[in-house]
């Protein structure tokens, strides 16, 4: 499972198990948008000075997701991206409420890549650059397929991906 498969996974379950009220005919639009937020949050956070340090102490559980910044760059694509353009009211604001706890249920997914008894830093940086379930490979995977679904995408993944490609390929930390 990747990380996209994970996110949408963590976002379906903390939506079922609430009272939000989305319209059916939105509800694949607005659980996407929701991934989608979450993970393009992760991919800006990634290219940011000081962003690999904010998803490693989010991922890793140092800091509270209701405090991380990861978070907060969530709530802010969601709410431009999806909740201005089908004005869901009451049930936004309870979705945007959940984004903290969704990104709480992220924690654990970097854990230490290069057997050093710890994570750290080139941990985080392992994970961008591994394999199918990493973060760069969900990035770059949910371009290719559209997003985490195919009728809800944020748009601006694309060059997020290219970014963190660039740095990653070009060194830059």
Do not use: E, R, Y
């Not at 290219?47 to 997701?65: E, F, M, Q, R």
């Not at 802010?76 to 309870?94: C, E, P, Q, T």
């Not at 985490?148 to 694309?158: M, N, R, Y």
């Amino acid at each position: 499972m990747n990380l996209s498969d994970i996110i949408l996974n963590q976002v379906t379950k903390s939506v079922a198990g609430s009272n939000i009220q989305i319209p059916q005919n939105l509800q694949q639009q607005v659980l996407g948008g929701l991934s989608d937020s979450i993970l393009g949050s992760l991919a800006k956070t990634a290219t940011a000075p000081g962003g690999l340090d904010s998803i490693k102490d989010l991922l890793t559980g140092k800091v509270d997701a209701a405090a991380s910044p990861v978070t907060n760059l969530a709530g802010n694509i969601f709410n431009s991206n999806v909740l201005s353009k089908l004005k869901l009211g009451a049930a936004g604001a309870a979705l945007l409420a959940f984004i903290p706890k969704i990104m709480g249920g992220l924690k654990g997914i970097i854990k230490d890549q290069d057997g050093d008894g710890d994570v750290d830093l080139n941990d985080v940086l392992l994970t961008l650059k591994g394999g199918s379930g990493s973060i760069l490979g969900s990035v770059l995977g949910g371009v290719l397929a559209g997003g985490a679904t195919k009728k809800a995408s944020t748009g601006g993944l694309g060059s997020i991906a290219g970014s963190i490609l660039g740095g990653i390929l070009g060194g830059k930390k």
